[in-house]
Nanobody
C-alpha cells in the first residue's frame, strides 16, 4: 500500500515536498516512482529511484528542479520540488514495481502498484 501526501497550493518559484509512505511488503530491488497527470492530459513520468542503490532517473522537464530520495527506515520516498512552474500543476501519484519496470519506466501501465494522488497547484 502506498500513501501519498504533501500536495498543496504554491506560487511559481516556490517549493513543495511530496511523501509516499509504503507499507505491507518489502521493496528490495524495487523501484519507486512519481507520475503526474494534469487535467485533460496523459499521466506522465516524473522521476523514479531504485530502492536499494538509490540510483535515480528524471524526466527532462523536471531534472535540476526536482529531487527524488528515499528513507529506508521510514519506508518512504520523497519528491522535493523546487522552482515550481504553473505547468507543474497536476495530481501527483507515487507508484512502485519490481525491476521489470526498468525497461519501460516512463510507461505508467508498466507500474503495478499505485498510491492515491495528491494535488499540486502552482499559481502564476
Amino acid at each position: 500500500q502506498l500513501q501519498a501526501s504533501g500536495g498543496g497550493l504554491v506560487q511559481a518559484g516556490g517549493s513543495l515536498r511530496l511523501s509516499c509512505a509504503a507499507s505491507g511488503r518489502t521493496f528490495t530491488n524495487w523501484r519507486m516512482g512519481w507520475f503526474r497527470q494534469a487535467p485533460g492530459k496523459e499521466r506522465e513520468f516524473v522521476p523514479y529511484i531504485m530502492w536499494n542503490s538509490g540510483r535515480t532517473y528524471y524526466a527532462n522537464s523536471v531534472e535540476g528542479r526536482f529531487t527524488i530520495f528515499r528513507d529506508h527506515a521510514k519506508n518512504t520516498v520523497y519528491l522535493q520540488m523546487n522552482s515550481l512552474k504553473p505547468e507543474d500543476t497536476a495530481v501527483y501519484y507515487c507508484a512502485t514495481g519490481s525491476q521489470s519496470v526498468t525497461e519501460n519506466y516512463a510507461n505508467p501501465t508498466k507500474w503495478p502498484y499505485w498510491g492515491q494522488g495528491t494535488l499540486v497547484t502552482v499559481s502564476s
